[in-house]
């Protein structure tokens, strides 16, 4: 039997956004896992396992900890699913294990709480009002002032998050905000009016020990069009000099919530008038960030939050100077997705590009948002890396040309 503890990885995901978070724990650590179902690809990565369909279903979630405790001591509780946050801390309390409290994963979770989190601490951030029907949304909107920003209060992922610019435009987004609602649920399940926020927007990546919080790399987001919100790319390079201007402005947005424990994925505006805070989220960064912080400055997030579920002092140490340009690929409209393909051996013979990976097949149907969302309108996304942020841009430029992608009109067939 193995003498390295084990870490319980709750909802580790699907293999191409998540799997190396699995890969690097278990690089480290014996896993254990509660799945929804049969496991597939994270088979030769597990140890031990249990199925648990329904995760919002607390006593068989607790029980399937439970069973696995009884089968061997397990040292620590992570997940990386945003949706699941607030049942896998409370399950880690109710094994005893070292984690941040229950009430703080609600107040990142919940954008109504962790506004006023803010409010309370000072942290910049944006005016925000709770808006349970369009009358409200209406009554907040001209409080704060056109433009605003209609959102779910417990959604990840830019899921429902869009821009009115007049009242004109209030009650369509009200009516998307509550349709990624209605779809993706959340802690809590109010419709938010925010003030608007210009400016670039970033997110700041956080490992916080004990109670301090500390920021190890600055994540530059690239978005489509107004009045939506979609990242499109993103690009992370060691040693960027905005880290030191936004690490004090995370940090304090991080202990405004109550974490003592954990990765934060810190959001911000870098407004005219300084940074300011759009949420702090309690895992590690979607979309690769993990991984490009990990190629750009050989920090293992995945790994240091399994240190930090078993209580010991991560290392963070960059052993790395490099960076990384994300690119996500979305269908160039509405359809059947006829051809999806990156030009023969490419990718292999440049040897600086990660996938492309791809989450739809020639022939299913995409569909782009308003109608969609960016489950159902993505069609894969990759990496390029370089020694410096300019190289890997156009690498990633390079690479784009020569992927190819069509869609046919499903109105028009």
């Avoid at 089968?71 to 109710?94: D, F, K």
């Avoid at 979609?230 to 201007?245: K, M, R, V």
């Amino acid at each position: 039997m193995s003498h390295r503890p084990l870490v319980l990885v709750v909802a580790p995901g699907d293999d191409i956004y998540r799997g190396y978070c699995l890969r690097q724990v278990a690089d480290a650590y014996d896993v254990a896992a509660i799945t929804p179902g049969p496991l597939t690809w994270e088979s030769p990565h597990v140890v031990d396992h249990e199925i648990v369909g329904d995760f919002d279903d607390e006593a068989a979630l607790l029980a399937a900890g439970q069973a696995l405790a009884a089968r061997r001591p397990i040292a620590g509780v992570v997940t990386w699913a945003e949706a699941h946050l607030t049942a896998v801390a409370r399950l880690a309390e109710h094994l005893g294990l070292a984690t941040t409290s229950v009430e703080s994963v609600r107040t990142c979770r919940d954008k109504a709480a962790s506004r006023a989190a803010f409010a309370h601490h000072g942290v910049p951030s944006a005016q925000s009002l709770a808006a349970p029907s369009l009358d409200e949304a209406a009554r907040a909107a001209s409080t704060i002032g056109y433009p605003v920003v209609v959102k779910p209060a417990s959604v990840g992922g830019s899921i429902g998050v869009i821009k009115a610019e007049t009242q004109e435009d209030l009650a369509d987004a009200y009516a998307f905000a509550t349709r990624g609602v209605e779809l993706h649920g959340g802690d809590n399940t109010v419709v938010l009016v925010e003030e608007y926020l210009s400016g670039e927007e970033v997110s700041v990546e956080c490992v916080t020990f004990q109670g301090v919080p500390t920021a190890v790399a600055v994540t530059r987001k690239e978005l489509g069009a107004e009045p939506l919100f979609e990242e499109t790319g993103h690009t992370l390079a060691a040693g960027d000099p905005l880290l030191a201007t936004v690490a004090p402005i995370a940090a304090a947005a991080v202990k405004a919530t109550g974490t003592v424990n954990g990765i934060q994925h810190v959001e911000l505006r870098l407004t005219p008038t300084g940074p300011r805070v759009i949420e702090v989220n309690g895992r590690i960064g979607g979309d690769w960030i993990g991984w490009a912080v990990w190629q750009a400055t050989g920090l293992s997030l995945p790994r240091i939050a399994a240190d930090l579920a078993v209580g010991q002092e991560p290392d963070l140490a960059l052993t790395r100077q490099q960076a990384v340009a994300i690119k996500v690929l979305y269908a160039p409209a509405s359809g059947t997705l006829s051809q999806r393909a990156i030009a023969g051996g490419f990718a292999e013979t440049a040897g600086w590009v990660h996938g492309p990976a791809w989450l739809f097949e020639e022939g299913d149907e995409v569909l782009l948002p308003p109608e969609g969302d960016l489950d159902s309108a993505r069609v894969g996304l990759f990496a390029t890396h370089a020694d410096t942020l300019e190289l890997a841009v156009a690498r990633r430029t390079v690479t784009a040309n020569h992927i190819a992608l069509s869609v046919t009109d499903s109105a028009q067939r």
